[in-house]
């Protein structure tokens, strides 16, 4: 599992590049993490979906997948195919220092 | 009278309602509810296009035993806080403990331009019997060109079904002389063929040597019929001749609407105890829950093991067991006369080594073999005869790290 340095703090990590600590997260380390998967600048847009998708995972014990995040954030899917590009379920998540959505099962 | 009320005899459904038949007291009268008379073998579906067996249903009565009261309606609302079933008809039928086992369904609507005037010609799904029919009609009458199967979105039932279709489908037209003519894509959100990374390693080279092309991270937001085209969120746009999709599915809309599912009518349920986690009177499993696990029949059948024994637990007014480990195994039907297994569970990944016992097996894990195919056809057997009926099936309900190890790609 690897260590990656993230905004001068060392940060353990999964294989995917997930934080293995939640309590590992800072808001610095997300930019840190948000920038080099090329999300950047992060916006007032990215940053209600990162608080939705934190907030989220605390109330469920699992973080949320990319239909419930559209569905409870106010973020339309295809703003969040823009504000995250690819996978933008398992990009936030990443970047919000939460694990990898399992609802991709 | 206690009433215990099971909604929906699917897979999951059917199970729990026999066993369950075996083990309450005289004094509970178990009620099935499901408006469907015939029990459909889902997983037969995959080989219909093909040109397999059409028998994949049974009349319901022959699934369940004696001494269950089965209700041939639909559901049309649940009333947790006044525990009653109000049904299509009308009538309401009350429960002191309710499981919840109404599966996945479906919802092509929900994609634009997946319904229309294409379906059944160019546009097809095999995930219902009608559905599985019209493209072997379609399939025995291609000319050649593209066919692309898309997963709109996740979760699906059977999430490795669309990679089986290509493999079989590779099988189909090369068998013909035809597979020059054919080119196959598989298009997924997921980043990458299976969803667990250890398969993606162990098997990628099965998409490779067949000749399937893979577009990964690709969320379908709308079908253009006419064109021949599915689009993404993100604008990419993939052109077909023939489009087999795996709609996006939802739990049963009832689920939804009474609070005890999520936003996309799943069944929030411990995972651990398979209690709803709104109401401790109601049990879910199966594909109706919001569990992070595969919506697969072997689920089911390990889930079943421990309902019954929390469902038991509960009629006596004891606490349940926390004993549910989300153990899966799946037969993935490779083409060629053989087939792969995996065995996973919440915390481990599929590993190599033998199945059900160590050594011997006599599954292989993690690889392909003529012998896999063989369990995979001898399953339906299984299916009818011992895992619906809930008799004893030597299988460990949780996963056995014995004789299991890492792929070696996994350890750096």
Request: proline letters at 8%; hydrophobic letters at 40%; a neutral charge.
């Amino acid at each position: 599992m690897p260590t990656v340095e993230y905004a001068g703090r060392a940060v353990r990590t999964s294989d995917e590049g997930f934080l293995l600590d939640p309590a590992e997260w800072t808001r610095e380390v997300a930019e840190a993490i948000a920038k080099e998967a090329g999300v950047w600048p992060l916006t007032d847009a990215h940053w209600t979906v990162i608080d939705f998708c934190r907030a989220d995972a605390r109330r469920e014990g699992q973080p949320p997948g990319l239909r419930r995040i559209s569905t409870n954030s106010g973020v339309d899917m295809k703003t969040l195919y823009r504000l995250f590009p690819k996978g933008p379920g398992r990009l936030a998540a990443r970047i919000a220092g939460l694990p990898k959505p399992q609802s991709c099962v | 009278m206690k009433n215990a009320v099971i909604i929906g005899a699917g897979t999951a459904g059917t199970t729990v309602a026999n066993r369950l038949a075996r083990r309450l007291r005289r004094d509970w009268m178990l009620t099935v509810v499901d408006p469907a008379p015939q029990h459909l073998y889902q997983p037969g579906l995959l080989f219909v296009p093909f040109g397999g067996r059409l028998d994949v249903e049974r009349p319901r009565g022959r699934t369940l035993r004696g001494g269950i009261r089965w209700i041939c309606e639909s559901v049309d609302r649940l009333h947790p806080e006044a525990r009653r079933v109000v049904l299509g008809n009308g009538d309401a039928i009350p429960y002191d403990l309710l499981v919840l086992a109404s599966g996945a369904r479906t919802c092509p609507g929900e994609t634009p331009g997946l319904v229309g005037t294409e379906t059944g010609g160019t546009v097809h799904d095999f995930y219902t019997l009608e559905g599985a029919r019209a493209l072997r009609r379609a399939l025995e009458s291609f000319p050649g060109g593209r066919l692309v199967v898309d997963a709109v979105e996740m979760p699906i039932k059977c999430p490795v079904a669309p990679l089986e279709f290509l493999f079989l489908a590779d099988d189909f037209f090369t068998r013909r002389g035809a597979r020059d003519r054919v080119e196959l894509v598989y298009a997924t959100p997921l980043d990458a063929a299976f969803t667990k990374p250890a398969c993606s390693r162990a098997l990628a080279f099965l998409l490779e040597e067949k000749g399937i092309s893979l577009e990964t991270e690709f969320s379908a937001s709308e079908v253009d019929a006419g064109g021949k085209k599915v689009r993404s969120y993100d604008g990419r746009e993939i052109a077909y001749d023939l489009l087999v999709a795996v709609p996006v599915h939802r739990g049963a809309a009832y689920v939804e609407a009474s609070g005890l599912g999520n936003e996309m009518g799943f069944a929030r349920t411990d995972p651990r105890t398979l209690l709803c986690k709104a109401d401790d009177h109601v049990f879910a499993l199966g594909d109706a829950t919001d569990l992070p696990v595969s919506k697969a029949g072997s689920v089911a059948h390990f889930q079943a093991e421990v309902l019954e024994e929390n469902v038991v637990r509960a009629a006596a007014g004891k606490s349940p067991l926390p004993a549910s480990d989300g153990h899966a195994n799946c037969f993935i039907e490779s083409g060629r006369g053989k087939a792969l297994l995996i065995d996973f569970n919440d915390t481990t990944e599929p590993l190599f080594g033998t199945f059900p016992l160590p050594l011997v097996g006599p599954f292989p894990l993690l690889k392909e073999a003529r012998r896999n195919h063989w369990g995979k056809l001898a399953f339906r057997s299984l299916y009818w005869n011992f895992l619906l009926p809930g008799r004893p099936i030597p299988i460990p309900n949780r996963m056995s790290m014995a004789g299991k190890r890492q792929p070696a790609s996994a350890a750096a």
